[in-house]
């Protein structure tokens, strides 16, 4: 049991340095892009055709990267209220609970997106300028949810927390 736990714990913690390194391209790419529409824009006076569009998408990677590396991190914003008002083993079935209920809402928010992303063209889910599916787009969303949620039930229900989590 304790091999294959660290064997799970090795996956997210590798997959989180991928993950970085894939939002943090994508979010560099957006700069380059931004600089350019300014010069083109300003400078030059000539405006490139279907940028918004293009800077867009990449910001939608830039935030299913982002939002799966915080999750990974535990880099999101909490409020320490209860803390102090119960013991140890209270906290941690409270924790279990909380981290399921946080799976079931990346599960639930992992469907919507694979729903919305099926209906395509007929729902005209395309960028206005150069007719770019979303579809693509919400699946990698969709991808970062459900990675989210097999974390938050990795975090809830294995044997042990680790001493970094307990402190």
Not at 7 to 22: C, E, L
Not at 54 to 81: F, G
Not at 106 to 123: E, H, Q, R
């Amino acid at each position: 049991m304790q091999g294959r736990r660290l064997g799970v714990d090795r996956f997210f913690d590798g997959s989180g340095g991928v993950i970085a390194v894939i939002g943090s391209i994508g979010l560099l790419g957006l700069v380059f892009l931004t600089v350019a529409d300014v010069v083109w824009r300003y400078a030059l006076n000539d405006p490139i055709f279907g940028l918004i569009d293009v800077s867009m998408m990449v910001s939608s990677a830039v935030v299913a990267c982002s939002v799966t590396w915080a999750a990974l991190k535990k880099a999101h914003v909490t409020i320490e209220l209860i803390e102090g008002h119960f013991g140890v083993k209270s906290l941690l079935y409270l924790g279990r609970i909380i981290e399921t209920l946080t799976a079931l809402l990346f599960a639930t928010a992992c469907y919507a997106l694979i729903k919305k992303s099926t209906c395509g063209f007929a729902c005209g889910d395309i960028t206005d300028n150069l007719a770019i599916p979303h579809g693509p787009f919400y699946l990698a969303l969709a991808a970062s949810m459900a990675f989210c949620a097999a974390l938050s039930l990795w975090r809830a229900w294995r044997p042990h927390p680790t001493p970094v989590e307990e402190s």
